[in-house]
Nanobody
Framework: QVQLVESGGGLVQAGGSLRLSCVVS????????MGWFRQAPGKEREFVAA????????DYADSVKGRFTISRGNAQNTVYLQLNSLKPEDTAVYYC???????????????WGQGTQVTVSS
């Protein structure tokens, strides 16, 4: 069983930046494609970004393209999400997700973390 633990959330002003981290344990990290999702109050959870096992392929939601960057460090068992040019509408709980297949991450990854809160003030 793989475990995911997110960190790095917080309160930031609009236009600011944050870097989220997700540490993975329990299985071989490099076997997994990874993703980030978010859920705002009163809304459904939505896909943000995904990365394949070696970082060679990435995928982004249109709403974050050009502002957010997903990356991974397989030696550190960690996936990152760099959030730049933040907007109040980016406020949400951000979740890390893992799946053995990159194509499945966006539509429904198999394993989830517990989330980290990101709040962007105007």
């Amino acid at each position: 069983q793989v475990q995911l633990v997110e960190s790095g959330g917080g309160l930031v002003q609009a236009g600011g930046s944050l870097r989220l981290s997700c540490v993975v344990s329990g299985r071989t990290f490099s076997h997994y494609a990874m993703g980030w999702f978010r859920q705002a109050p009163g809304k459904e959870r939505e896909f943000v970004a995904a990365i394949n096992w070696n970082g060679g392929s990435t995928d982004y939601a249109d709403s974050v393209k050009g502002r957010f960057t997903i990356s991974r460090g397989n030696a550190q068992n960690t996936v990152y999400l760099q959030l730049n040019s933040l907007k109040p509408e980016d406020t949400a709980v951000y979740y890390c997700a893992a799946d053995l297949q990159f194509s499945r991450v966006r539509v429904g990854a198999s394993t989830w973390g517990q989330g980290t809160q990101v709040t962007v003030s105007s």
